[in-house]
């Protein structure tokens, strides 16, 4: 209340006085103010560049505003040009004014676009941020990069195909000002590709190097993912190696900078690093000693744990190497050896293997040297043919056979005396000694079976003889 009332008390003085300090005044009011170029938004501090002794000041801001502060301060409300007037008052009564104008600018709007620099779909909306301190945006003008334009806060825009687009967003004020913003705006709609390199296909008998390779038609890869099987995903960095056998799938796929993302893609990689086996199967009648003694079938069995047999081959003796199809025959007699071994579908071969045939179908040659048919034996010596062609030992005798085998060999010799086992031998010469007789014996029968090694055997004919003491 006081101020006030010092003020228009001060203002009727002025209006007494004024032509007398407008002709003599001998002090001098003066005011500048900071900042220099203000705007609506600034606090604009006032300051007294008046000489003399002062005892009032009064300011008119030129808004309906005032204040008796020496150096005061005040805001603006709008921009525009005021006409500021101070008044000073010295202690001598006189007074002394100065008046000058201050050009309050507008502060121009902020242009803002509210959209990444990057997107993924051709139909995009754009939202302006835009904003004004001081004041209302009262219009939106939008440049798409395209030969295409639009107004509005917020609009959306269908681009007819992927690019690098500048854009440009132009608002006013309520003022008239304006203000733009630019941005390059990228549109990119196609997913990323991922390609596979892998160091084997199909089935492989090794460890399996896999690489993928991605590429994007504008806005980049950000990352490759893959996983192996069932498993968890993993960010792709480098290449990797699969070491573990089985069929497994190698899942993956890309994702480019503006968040396109790839189909899932998949490779199937098959591993098998162990062997095939093959067995050997002989279907043959069997004597003794590992011999055969007829014709023998042979097949061979062959088996994979994982890829398969692709073939087997095999050779007999120091042969040429056949592909195994079908069971077949070994006829020949004699001692073979039977080589063969397997392949499968992932290229790992089987160790050489083999089995041993031996064939004897010939029976063994024998026939009795002594006694002779038809001959007299007298103390173990030959002595004449008989009458008849009997044959008579007298006195002690060993008979002897005669055996021979040419493949498997003689095993033993076997001699039948009256239908019963008299002697066997397994030792060349082959001999029994014929039993006594007191005083004669009619009608013997004598014969030998030779038996070969194989298990083949023959009977030599059949003497006939009277045996005495």
Not at 141 to 163: A, M
Not at 228 to 248: A, M, R, V
Request: glycine share 6%; with cysteine.
């Amino acid at each position: 209340m006081k101020k006030k009332t010092l003020l228009m008390v001060v203002t009727f003085s002025l209006i007494g006085i004024t032509a007398f300090t407008s002709v003599q005044a001998v002090n001098k009011a003066d005011f500048n103010w900071q900042p220099p170029s203000p705007t609506d938004l600034d606090t604009i501090h006032f300051i007294d560049n008046s000489s003399g002794d002062i005892i009032v000041w009064v300011w008119y801001f030129g808004d309906g505003n005032s204040s008796i502060q020496q150096n005061p301060m005040h805001k603006y409300a709008d921009n525009g040009v005021y006409n500021v007037r101070l008044i000073v008052v010295y202690s001598n009564g006189t007074t002394a004014y100065v008046e000058k104008q201050v050009n309050v600018a507008n502060v121009p709007p902020i242009a803002v676009i509210n959209i990444s620099s990057i997107v993924n779909k051709r139909s995009v909306s754009f939202s302006s941020g835009s904003y004004d301190n001081d004041g209302n945006i009262i219009f939106w003008s939008w440049e798409f990069g395209d030969n295409s334009t639009g107004t509005g806060e917020n609009i959306n825009h269908v681009y007819t195909e992927d690019g690098i687009y500048l854009v440009n967003l132009t608002v006013y004020d309520n003022d008239g000002a304006h203000n733009e913003s630019k941005i390059s705006l990228m549109v990119d709609s196609i997913p990323p590709e991922t390609v596979y390199n892998v160091s084997c296909e199909g089935w492989c008998n090794k460890t399996v190097n896999i690489e993928f390779n991605s590429t994007d038609n504008l806005s980049g890869v950000n990352y490759t993912e893959y996983k192996i099987d069932d498993g968890s995903w993993n960010k792709y960095t480098e290449p990797f190696q699969l070491t573990s056998e089985g069929i497994h799938v190698i899942y993956f796929y890309s994702v480019d900078n503006a968040g396109n993302v790839e189909n899932e893609k998949n490779v199937t990689i098959k591993i098998d690093k162990t062997k095939p086996i093959t067995n050997a199967k002989i279907n043959a009648s069997h004597g003794n000693k590992g011999w055969i003694l007829g014709n023998a079938e042979i097949t061979l069995i062959a088996t994979d744990n994982l890829s398969g047999v692709n073939y087997t081959e095999y050779k007999i003796d120091d042969g040429s190497w056949n592909k195994y199809t079908e069971p077949f025959q070994l006829t020949s007699e004699g001692i073979h050896v039977i080589y063969f071994y397997s392949v499968d579908n992932a290229g790992n071969v089987e160790n050489e293997k083999n089995v041993t045939i031996k064939i004897d179908k010939t029976k063994p040659d024998v026939n009795i040297k002594i006694p002779k048919e038809g001959y007299l034996y007298i103390s173990g010596r030959q002595m004449m043919p008989t009458l008849f062609r009997k044959t008579i030992i007298i006195g002690k005798l060993d008979a002897v056979a005669e055996a021979s085998d040419s493949l498997s060999g003689v095993y033993y010799v076997e001699f039948i005396l009256n239908s019963q086992l008299l002697w066997k031998d397994f030792v060349s010469p082959y001999n029994a000694t014929l039993p006594q007789e007191f005083p004669v014996s009619f009608g013997n029968s004598l014969k030998v079976v030779v038996y070969d090694n194989a298990g083949n055997y023959k009977e030599s004919n059949e003497i006939r003889y009277t045996k005495i003491m």
